[in-house]
């Protein structure tokens, strides 16, 4: 262990150079920038960078870590014109990666998806509501245009219902920190995880786990570039998807390691990144789930008006570098799809 926090002080060093010290690291192959939120379902990402699995690929990966995957992209927007200091791969959830896609006419690609999780994604309601059917007309709270709301219009269809059938509230996910649920406005909220498990401890028999998304949808993170960068830089994707895969397997059979970079990089509590660590699957793939599931968002989104168009969800991913290096993992040409 002593070892693994050497490791992650090293990357510490690298991870906070400002800006312009990272000026390198864009569009020189070799030298790569990854802007990145610090999510523990991102622990491949954290892996290779702190097992020095990049170093191995011949690749020098600055990490810049970000607040969010939207600060992520306009990271990337803001570089697309420079040489130097540009970024070239960011880390963000599947709903932005559709967003960036629609706002840069697919310029915008995801590489692979690294990780996904259901269970993280829960329906906590007070007590007396013990099916989907009692949430008819009942408040529900979430945070609108989110994977969880989402993931809330998928529950509500497999049960016979839309959001026109509840009383849909937007709260951020907090807000179920301070939710009375003997209350008359909201029966339920859909939030992810920690929120959920630090509610039901809070408010303890008043409330239960209603369901999760399990069997309705998932939550992704994904690994995306402009397509200009992957067709400028022949190979690197694919460098950089070696390493991730040592490093999604390393984090899947070394829990202690990501708790400690976890600790280490961001000072985030074990319990925390335990929650995150145990309902993650780790994929570097796109098998027919990850095509169903985009398939049910791109309707969804098109649906809540937050996307323009009608759109094939396979053209949101540039699946040349996953190809290349690990062709068993790519679904087929035309999987079921599930509407």
Known sequence: MARMSRRVAAVLSVAILLWAGAARAGHEDGRVLVVAPPLARADALWMAAARGFFKDEGLSVTVRWVSSGREALQALNQSRDKQAGAVAFVVVGEMLALDAWQST???FAVVAPLARDADG???????????????????IATQLGSTAAWVLGEYLRAHGMSERDVA?????????????PTGPDIAAFVVREPYATRALQKNGDAVHRLATAKGYAHGYLVLGASRQYLREHAGVAERLLRALDRGRRHAAEHRDDVIAFARDMFGTEPAVVDVDYAATERLLGVD???????????????????????????TLFELGPLRATFPERLAADDPPTTR
């Open 288 to 314: 027919p789930t990850v095509v169903s599931d985009m398939r049910n968002l791109v309707h969804w989104m098109k649906e809540a008006g937050l996307l323009g168009a009608p759109a094939d969800p396979r």
């Open 121 to 139: 994604y829960v329906v906590v309601a007070r007590a007396t509501v013990r099916s989907p059917e009692a949430l008819r007309a009942a408040g």
């Open 105 to 107: 006419e697919g310029e």
């Open 168 to 180: 849909l509230k937007h709260e951020p996910p907090e807000a179920i920190l301070s939710w009375d």
